[in-house]
């Protein structure tokens, strides 16, 4: 058996250690332009998290961001820490034996909507059940950017583009619910266009041990300008949006007049006037995910506003944990491996 | 009745039956005992590629064939002086195998109607006379086995399940050899699962034994001397489990932790079985979703300074391409192991080729010149993936290591090595700060700086896109991508340097040189050893290196007035030899999921020693 309590590592604080010279915003820039459109919602990114690097504390040096393949996917060249542009929908692997390798390292997976859920789908999914204690940052546009604009697994059913002219036919996918089914034990969602949210959400995933998701909802503003402003426009965001607090009851809307309540197992908005007493309180740190689950499917209901923030953040063991202990407790028990006896184990004979 | 006993140089055992039967478990063991007796052998595991296909079927024969012998040997044998044939299917599949007069013995209690018909025997081959040219030995295995175990507390299935070592019993009598490797097998292999298994198949074992001693059937028994073999410390080894000790000396020896990605297939799941075993030494051994998240996972770790491995076989090395040629543009160390089985597309799993050779050498795309080296047998495994391995870490790139079902399944006795013998692998891995740039090279080898991340003041990015020369930034100079891709050849092309000088065993000049790789070594060797003793003006070249190949090669190839490729693909080492050294190289060619018999070289080289 495993001691599972060992590996229950306690959620871990981010700041400065004493000692550790200050990095500022500057130390994570690279000598290499930023190769984005003009407008690029991956410009906000990029800023917000070289302004909250130094914050966390980490020795640069420990620090690596992998990617996969596409517009996104540039990131790890702006960022003056290690760095490796792969291919695409494989960054999740290497990332895994990145962090596999050596666990003491600081492990930021960069990548879009296609990269992670369409050709790297299926190492999306194995890398949530994982749990590494590793970052993804997914940056979710709705649309193939660096290939010119075609649509991509989050593009809304029957959306018009080069490569489907007469609308797309297929359900996107919900990338929190996807990350919830998978069995992801910290997930939450950002927007390009609110910093310090993306900050607070970014600071939150690294304190968080194990893999933590974020999709961050970000604007294209050449293939697939607008996908986002009801949940990011000034005017629009409040009324189309519901931003999650722990132990908070769930209300929203300009003057913080509208609640959501469940009836009949279907979240129902209401008025706050009404009471609160019915409203749904929301509950991150919840083991099962039905609600979790909930708060995510709220993104596919046209009347319901889109959760904002963190919908899970639960401890479990991690991967290079269990690894490292399997190891160490076989040396335990079989002793240091020695590769002259390994070498003639089983049966041997001499000849003279 | 007192036996009698012959003396034979050699002999070659075919065990057969129904997958599930235990002929690869009685095979082996036959095997481990002349081994331990000091006789030299070679096996040849040939299985189908279903657990358990419709028992009695010709689909579902499970064969392991055993050659031992007095002498050195490196083959399993063409043809088998002894079949034990389980069923009718065993019998019909195999019976070719069998030398005229050879020894049959077969389970008759399986020669019911319902078996033969599966067989597709109109008649029992036992009784209409088609079987006379063979010592047919009828036993009633099926009785007899349950007789002996009358009194043991199973089921009767699983009591059947016993009767394999009935048949093992009765060969180690055949032979004179003692039961005693087996059953301390028994004990360990069943101890902690099966502990109520131990008894009723040492029973079954003895029974078999004593049924050959005690009826008349049996007249004579065949003792096979011990070979020599120069002084040394042996065990005998299966190509696979050859391969994981390689590696997990390489490991060792380079002071770095192996970490191991893999998805499980035929015939390279064992690599991944074996290595899991050694987490003592600090081994990580990853079963991925999927042969790209295996390879991703061991690119992963060489970034972070392990030593990353990824094995698998054809259909998964197809897989696995573009992220071999991340690895390769990114220059990171990366072993990659494939234990090629019969293509195309999944193919015949459980059987033997060699055709991938070609697919490893241009199977990316763009220019993504790799390393390959090729085991020539089992105990060659350990060597060959080592060096894989060393070539990896001081080259920084992956190199291909290239086996077959031939040789990852076969066994034969391996000579131990001194741990400190083993070249030195040393990893060097950059920390100095000043000067520092990715791409700057090792002027002698071309390698670029293993930077790990953890190391301070050496941040710095790697990816997928064409590298500026020195700094490693994006670029799509025009001249600068010529230069990347001469420099990436030239650095693989320099491997050369350290090849040693061609051995040619045999003649060193003459009519005919026979030039091989892979598994074809055994056949090719005992060919040219025949014949180089009896004066015919013959050689041997075997190839480690198929990229690139030694210096010295086109020299040697040009003492020979005729250069003889046998493959078992259509002809890849040969196209390659043809376009390198303008030599109009000739190919003996196989496809058929099994090894050369040692005949089929035999009347091609008669072709040109006599012409």
Same mark, same amino acid.
């Given at each position: 058996?495993? @001691?599972?309590?060992?590996?229950?590592?306690?959620?871990?604080?981010?700041?400065?250690?004493?000692?550790?010279?200050?990095?500022?915003?500057?130390?994570?820039?690279?000598?290499?332009?930023?190769?984005?459109?003009?407008?690029?919602?991956?410009?906000?990114?990029?800023?917000?998290?070289?302004?909250?690097?130094?914050?966390?504390?980490?020795?640069?040096?420990?620090?690596?961001?992998?990617?996969?393949?596409?517009?996104?996917?540039?990131?790890?060249?702006?960022?003056?820490?290690?760095?490796?542009?792969?291919?695409?929908?494989?960054?999740?692997?290497?990332?895994?034996?990145? @962090?596999?390798?050596?666990?003491?390292?600081?492990?930021?997976?960069?990548?879009?909507?296609?990269?992670?859920?369409?050709?790297?789908?299926?190492?999306?999914?194995?890398?949530?059940?994982?749990?590494?204690?590793?970052?993804?940052?997914?940056?979710?546009?709705?649309?193939?950017?660096?290939?010119?604009?075609?649509?991509?697994?989050?593009?809304?059913?029957?959306?018009?583009?080069?490569?489907?002219?007469?609308?797309?036919?297929?359900?996107?996918?919900?990338?929190?619910?996807?990350?919830?089914?998978?069995?992801?034990?910290?997930?939450?969602?950002?927007?390009?266009?609110?910093?310090?949210?993306?900050?607070?959400?970014?600071?939150?995933?690294?304190?968080? @041990?194990?893999?933590?998701?974020?999709?961050?909802?970000?604007?294209?503003?050449?293939?697939?300008?607008?996908?986002?402003?009801?949940?990011?426009?000034?005017?629009?965001?409040?009324?189309?949006?519901?931003?999650?607090?722990?132990?908070?009851?769930?209300?929203?809307?300009?003057?913080?007049?509208?609640?959501?309540?469940?009836?009949?197992?279907?979240?129902?908005?209401?008025?706050?006037?009404?009471?609160?007493?019915?409203?749904?309180?929301?509950?991150?740190?919840?083991?099962?995910?039905?609600?979790?689950?909930?708060?995510?499917?709220?993104?596919?209901?046209?009347?319901?506003?889109?959760?904002?923030?963190?919908?899970?953040?639960?401890?479990?063991?991690?991967?290079?944990?269990?690894?490292?202990?399997?190891?160490?407790?076989?040396?335990?028990?079989?002793?240091?491996?020695?590769?002259?006896?390994?070498?003639?184990?089983?049966?041997?004979?001499?000849?003279? | 009745?007192?036996?009698?006993?012959?003396?034979?140089?050699?002999?070659?055992?075919?065990?057969?039956?129904?997958?599930?039967?235990?002929?690869?478990?009685?095979?082996?063991?036959?095997?481990?005992?002349?081994?331990?007796?000091?006789?030299?052998?070679?096996?040849?595991?040939?299985?189908?590629?279903?657990?358990? +296909?419709?028992?009695?079927?010709?689909?579902?024969?499970?064969?392991?064939?055993?050659?031992?012998?007095?002498?050195?040997?490196?083959?399993?044998?063409?043809?088998?002086?002894?079949?034990?044939?389980?069923?009718?299917?065993?019998?019909?599949?195999?019976?070719?195998?069998?030398?005229?007069?050879?020894?049959?013995?077969?389970?008759?209690?399986?020669?019911?109607?319902?078996?033969?018909?599966?067989?597709?025997?109109?008649?029992?081959?036992?009784?209409?006379?088609?079987?006379?040219?063979?010592?047919?030995?009828?036993?009633?295995?099926?009785?007899?086995?349950?007789?002996?175990?009358?009194?043991?507390?199973?089921?009767?299935?699983?009591?059947?399940?016993?009767?394999?070592?009935? +048949?093992?019993?009765?060969?180690?009598?055949?032979?004179?050899?003692?039961?005693?490797?087996?059953?301390?097998?028994?004990?360990?292999?069943?101890?902690?699962?099966?502990?109520? &298994?131990?008894?009723?198949?040492?029973?079954?074992?003895?029974?078999?034994?004593?049924?050959?001693?005690?009826?008349?059937?049996?007249?004579?028994?065949?003792?096979?001397?011990?070979?020599?073999?120069?002084?040394?410390?042996?065990?005998?080894?299966?190509?696979?489990?050859?391969?994981?000790?390689?590696?997990?000396?390489?490991?060792?020896?380079?002071?770095?932790?192996?970490?191991?990605?893999?998805?499980?297939?035929?015939?390279?799941?064992?690599?991944?079985?074996?290595?899991?075993?050694?987490?003592?030494?600090?081994?990580?051994?990853?079963?991925?979703?999927?042969?790209?998240?295996?390879?991703?996972?061991?690119?992963?770790?060489?970034?972070?300074?392990?030593?990353?491995?990824?094995?698998?076989?054809?259909?998964?090395?197809?897989?696995?391409?573009?992220?071999?040629?991340?690895?390769?543009?990114?220059?990171?160390?990366?072993?990659?192991?494939?234990?090629?089985?019969?293509?195309?597309?999944?193919?015949?799993?459980?059987?033997?080729?060699?055709?991938?050779?070609?697919?490893?050498?241009?199977?990316?795309?763009?220019?993504?010149?790799?390393?390959?080296?090729?085991?020539?047998?089992?105990?060659?495994?350990?060597?060959?993936?080592?060096?894989?391995?060393?070539?990896?870490?001081?080259?920084?790139?992956?190199?291909?290591?290239?086996?077959?079902?031939?040789?990852?399944?076969?066994?034969?006795?391996?000579?131990?090595?001194?741990?400190?013998?083993?070249?030195?692998?040393?990893?060097?891995?950059?920390?100095?700060?000043?000067?520092?740039?990715?791409?700057?090279?090792?002027?002698?080898?071309?390698?670029?700086?293993?930077?790990?991340?953890?190391?301070?003041?050496?941040?710095?990015?790697?990816?997928?896109?064409?590298?500026?020369?020195?700094?490693?930034?994006?670029?799509?100079?025009?001249?600068?991508?010529?230069?990347?891709?001469?420099?990436?050849?030239?650095?693989?092309?320099?491997?050369?340097?350290?090849?040693?000088?061609?051995?040619?065993?045999?003649?060193?000049?003459?009519?005919?040189?026979?030039?091989?790789?892979?598994?074809?070594?055994?056949?090719?060797?005992?060919?040219?050893?025949?014949?180089?003793?009896?004066?015919?003006?013959?050689?041997?070249?075997?190839?480690?290196?198929?990229?690139?190949?030694?210096?010295?090669?086109?020299?040697?190839?040009?003492?020979?007035?005729?250069?003889?490729?046998?493959?078992?693909?259509?002809?890849?080492?040969?196209?390659?030899?043809?376009?390198?050294? &303008?030599?109009?190289?000739?190919?003996?060619?196989?496809?058929?999921?099994?090894?050369?018999?040692?005949?089929?070289?035999?009347?091609?080289?008669?072709?040109?020693?006599?012409?």
């Amino acid at each position: 058996m495993l @001691k599972v309590v060992t590996l229950m590592k306690n959620r871990r604080s981010s700041g400065i250690p004493l000692g550790v010279p200050t990095l500022t915003q500057k130390d994570f820039t690279t000598d290499q332009d930023p190769r984005w459109c003009p407008g690029c919602g991956d410009y906000s990114i990029l800023a917000q998290t070289r302004r909250i690097m130094p914050e966390l504390g980490i020795p640069r040096e420990n620090i690596v961001f992998i990617s996969g393949i596409g517009c996104s996917s540039r990131f790890p060249y702006y960022m003056n820490t290690y760095g490796f542009h792969t291919i695409h929908g494989r960054a999740p692997t290497i990332a895994s034996g990145v @962090k596999m390798a050596n666990p003491d390292l600081s492990v930021w997976v960069i990548t879009g909507d296609g990269d992670a859920l369409s050709i790297g789908g299926n190492h999306f999914i194995h890398l949530m059940r994982r749990n590494f204690d590793l970052n993804v940052l997914l940056f979710n546009n709705r649309i193939y950017g660096l290939t010119k604009g075609q649509y991509s697994p989050t593009s809304e059913q029957g959306k018009s583009t080069k490569s489907s002219p007469f609308g797309s036919l297929e359900t996107p996918f919900n990338p929190i619910s996807l990350a919830l089914s998978a069995g992801a034990t910290f997930v939450a969602r950002s927007l390009d266009t609110d910093p310090p949210h993306l900050r607070s959400i970014i600071k939150y995933a690294y304190e968080h @041990k194990g893999t933590s998701f974020i999709e961050i909802y970000q604007n294209c503003n050449i293939f697939n300008d607008g996908t986002f402003f009801p949940y990011t426009k000034k005017e629009t965001k409040a009324d189309n949006t519901v931003f999650l607090e722990h132990g908070e009851p769930l209300i929203f809307g300009l003057e913080s007049d509208k609640g959501i309540q469940l009836n009949n197992f279907q979240p129902e908005v209401t008025t706050v006037s009404n009471g609160t007493e019915n409203l749904i309180v929301h509950d991150q740190y919840a083991e099962n995910t039905t609600l979790a689950n909930f708060l995510a499917r709220m993104s596919d209901m046209p009347d319901m506003p889109h959760p904002i923030g963190i919908f899970r953040s639960v401890q479990h063991p991690c991967y290079e944990d269990l690894m490292t202990d399997q190891i160490a407790s076989a040396k335990q028990q079989r002793g240091e491996g020695d590769l002259d006896a390994l070498l003639h184990s089983g049966d041997t004979w001499i000849v003279e | 009745m007192r036996k009698q006993v012959e003396q034979i140089p050699a002999a070659t055992v075919l065990f057969a039956g129904d997958s599930g039967d235990g002929s690869q478990t009685i095979g082996t063991q036959m095997t481990e005992t002349s081994a331990m007796i000091g006789n030299d052998v070679a096996t040849l595991p040939d299985y189908p590629a279903e657990i358990k +296909a419709p028992a009695g079927s010709l689909a579902g024969v499970s064969g392991f064939q055993l050659h031992f012998s007095s002498e050195t040997i490196h083959t399993p044998g063409d043809t088998c002086d002894v079949l034990v044939a389980m069923n009718p299917a065993a019998l019909r599949v195999n019976l070719s195998k069998l030398k005229d007069n050879g020894i049959l013995i077969v389970n008759s209690d399986n020669f019911a109607q319902k078996n033969l018909r599966l067989a597709g025997y109109a008649d029992n081959p036992l009784e209409d006379g088609s079987l006379e040219k063979y010592q047919v030995f009828p036993v009633e295995m099926t009785r007899l086995n349950r007789d002996a175990l009358e009194d043991a507390e199973l089921d009767l299935s699983d009591k059947d399940q016993c009767k394999n070592f009935f +048949a093992l019993g009765m060969i180690l009598w055949l032979y004179n050899r003692p039961m005693d490797y087996t059953i301390r097998w028994i004990k360990t292999k069943f101890a902690f699962k099966y502990p109520h &298994l131990i008894e009723p198949n040492i029973l079954t074992l003895r029974a078999g034994n004593i049924y050959c001693e005690a009826t008349d059937q049996f007249a004579t028994t065949y003792d096979v001397k011990p070979a020599k073999f120069s002084p040394g410390t042996y065990r005998n080894i299966a190509g696979n489990t050859s391969t994981v000790l390689g590696l997990v000396a390489a490991a060792h020896q380079s002071g770095l932790q192996l970490v191991y990605g893999s998805y499980p297939i035929t015939p390279a799941s064992d690599i991944l079985h074996g290595l899991a075993l050694y987490k003592n030494f600090g081994i990580v051994t990853m079963q991925m979703e999927d042969e790209i998240a295996a390879v991703g996972v061991a690119i992963g770790a060489a970034f972070s300074g392990s030593l990353g491995v990824t094995g698998s076989s054809g259909p998964g090395l197809a897989l696995k391409s573009e992220a071999i040629n991340l690895a390769m543009i990114a220059e990171l160390p990366l072993v990659v192991c494939n234990i090629q089985r019969a293509g195309p597309s999944t193919g015949m799993p459980t059987k033997t080729e060699q055709a991938d050779l070609l697919q490893m050498l241009y199977g990316r795309n763009g220019e993504s010149p790799l390393p390959i080296l090729a085991a020539a047998r089992p105990i060659d495994c350990f060597d060959t993936v080592y060096e894989a391995c060393r070539i990896a870490i001081k080259y920084r790139t992956p190199v291909i290591f290239l086996s077959e079902l031939y040789i990852a399944l076969g066994a034969e006795p391996w000579k131990i090595p001194d741990v400190a013998d083993l070249p030195r692998i040393e990893p060097e891995f950059q920390t100095e700060i000043d000067g520092f740039e990715p791409y700057l090279r090792d002027p002698d080898t071309l390698a670029r700086p293993w930077a790990k991340p953890g190391t301070l003041g050496l941040e710095h990015r790697i990816g997928g896109l064409e590298k500026s020369d020195i700094t490693g930034n994006v670029s799509y100079d025009p001249e600068n991508h010529e230069k990347m891709v001469e420099i990436r050849a030239e650095k693989v092309k320099r491997i050369a340097n350290e090849i040693p000088p061609t051995e040619v065993f045999g003649a060193q000049e003459g009519k005919l040189l026979i030039l091989g790789w892979g598994g074809t070594f055994g056949a090719i060797r005992t060919v040219v050893e025949n014949r180089f003793a009896a004066g015919e003006p013959i050689g041997h070249v075997h190839l480690r290196f198929l990229n690139p190949f030694p210096s010295d090669l086109g020299d040697v190839l040009k003492r020979f007035k005729t250069i003889l490729i046998p493959e078992l693909n259509t002809g890849h080492l040969q196209q390659l030899i043809r376009s390198e050294y &303008l030599i109009d190289a000739i190919g003996l060619n196989k496809v058929q999921g099994q090894p050369f018999h040692v005949f089929e070289l035999e009347s091609e080289v008669d072709n040109y020693i006599q012409n």
